[in-house]
């Protein structure tokens, strides 16, 4: 990718269409790029061996939580500096402009469930490891499927001292070798589904690798569970709102992913605009054809498109509206089958080039395609997304949009609303 592309520069046109952001928080969005590509320079991530690519990217991360960049988006209650919401969806989209695997580069992540519903102990102990660098795991997924959380078989039965034994088998575990902390979900000795912050190194844990098609920046496979030990302290919220959790912090994170996949495929339209306008300015080609302007224009729509859709999904998220889970499914399928889809037709316009295996396009649509799967399938994120429109009739939704627009609008400008 040439030098001069930025992620920044994409984002541009679109600052003014996010509600909350100052020219402070475009300014440390440039500082972050900036930040990001120096430490790409010093552990470069793009390289053939996983076992370099994972230490690279903890280095990054480590990096940057030193540098104070990792925290941008966290709140000030939370450690970090408090920019807004919105900002982190931004963050993640110049993550991706740059590589895929560079996800959990900033931000909590699935740490974000340790702030906000960790007991203060578990808080104390995991907060300051987490913005310093350290990566934090989450495992709901099981051979069953990850769409079934409901038919969870990790169980929990009690011990003498007071502690949980857990036993289980987690599946398709992303951050397998690398996370320090595992946000594990599991039934209770009564049925019902819990959440526990579990210590990486604890005893009773295993896994097995199993080598990704995509986004294999990150060790991935199976977590191995047996009698592990959880404390009452360790337990994320009450026991018994495992779902709740679930929908609060997916409706959260995959606007996140979202932004991410469209990130990457906005690099490889960058790259692909450079590519076409290099072979005109050597006389490689006499112009641009129209079928691959057409192409050009199609696809910069749709990531624009998709990425307003995130950012939207995001805040619906943050003002805790109803509607937040449809939305939250909706845009990071949405988002990541635009990206792919952009990806692939851009693909074509390169040439032969675009398809070699090493190539940043090959690479990149590998890493999206393994996105249509991770943190949900898409047809079962649509399919979410309906019912729960569905689930909502005409005079509940009129009625939720009244109550609820102030609270928004309050949130986005800190001062009240005149009834």
Known sequence: MSAANRAVTWLAPLLPAFPGLASRDAAA???????????????????????NRSRN?????????????????????????????TMQVLLQFVCGYHDVNLRDSTGLGHGRLIAVHATPRVRDRWLPRLLAGAVPGIAVTEPHGGSQVHATTTHAIPSGDGTWQVTG?????????????FCVFFTTPDGRLTAAAIDARADGLSRRLI?????????????????????????????GEGM???????ARYRPLVAATALGAAAAIHDQTTGLLASRCNTGAITRVRD???????????????????????????????????????????HGVDAAYQAA??????????????????????????????????????????????????RTTAADTAMTRIPAMREQRTGAPVPA
């Not at 969005?29 to 076992?51: H, I, M, N, R, T």
């Open 29 to 51: 969005l440039c500082q972050f790029e900036d930040k990001l590509s120096g430490l790409l320079d010093e552990c470069p991530v793009a390289v053939p061996d996983p076992d």
């Open 57 to 85: 990217l903890r280095e990054v991360r480590h990096a940057l939580g030193q540098s104070g960049h990792l925290a941008l988006a966290v709140p000030a209650r939370d450690g970090g500096h408090g920019h807004p919401a």
């Open 291 to 333: 079928n691959a302007l057409i192409t050009l224009g199609r696809t910069w729509a749709h990531l624009n498109a998709a990425l307003l859709a995130a950012v939207t999904a995001h805040q619906i998220a943050q003002a805790g509206h109803p509607a937040a889970q449809a939305w939250g499914c909706a845009a990071k399928a």
């Open 244 to 250: 709740a959790l679930l929908r609060d912090h997916f």
């Open 169 to 181: 088998t987690k599946t398709w575990i992303s951050r397998l070798t690398e996370a320090a902390v």
């Open 211 to 239: 080598a990704p098609a995509g986004l294999s920046g990150w060790s991935w496979g199976e977590l191995g569970l047996d009698s592990v030990a959880v404390r009452p302290c360790d337990t994320l919220g009450q026991p």
């Open 344 to 393: 692939s037709e851009l693909a074509l316009l390169a040439g032969a080039a675009g398809f070699t295996a090493e190539s940043r396009t090959s690479i990149t649509r590998a890493d999206l395609n393994a996105l249509l799967y991770a943190d949900g399938i898409h047809d079962t994120l649509y399919r979410t997304a309906g019912r729960d429109i569905t689930s909502l009739t």
